[in-house]
């Protein structure tokens, strides 16, 4: 499975952004796809996650209320809709997949990055 993020950029504090992520490859045997992000000089931390088969949503604490995310099968991506922005959201933003009777996110893209001013 192959996954390319892309979306990033810089915005205001407030703002708003949408990440994507296209899978390709083996897209029939992935079973949640995940987003992490990583702040300069802090360890990845998850952002959010969803099952394939729709639902399931997963949030970190941090982006509950202002993150969505969401997918299309048909287009084989996932997407992660940045909403109010804060600066402590600037980082890299990268998507992952966990594939079916796996338990840890193998697949992995490239980040995008997200910067967010104040």
């Known amino acids: 499975v192959q996954l390319q993020a892309s979306g990033g950029g810089s915005v205001q504090a407030g703002g708003s952004l949408r990440l994507s992520c296209a899978a390709s490859?083996?897209?029939?045997?992935?079973?949640?796809m995940g987003w992490f992000r990583q702040a300069p000089g802090k360890e990845r931390e998850f952002v959010a996650s969803?099952?394939?088969?729709?639902?399931?949503?997963s949030y970190a604490d941090s982006v509950l209320g202002r993150f969505i995310v969401s997918r299309d099968n048909a287009k084989n991506t996932v997407y992660l809709q940045l909403n109010r922005l804060k600066p402590e959201d600037t980082g890299s933003y990268y998507c992952?997949?966990?594939?079916?009777?796996?338990?840890?996110?193998?697949?992995w893209g490239q980040g995008t990055l997200v910067t967010v001013s104040s």
């Open positions: 992952a997949t966990k594939l079916i009777g796996t338990d840890r996110y193998g697949f």
């Open positions: 490859g083996r897209t029939d045997s992935t079973y949640v």
């Open positions: 969803i099952r394939r088969s729709g639902g399931y949503e």
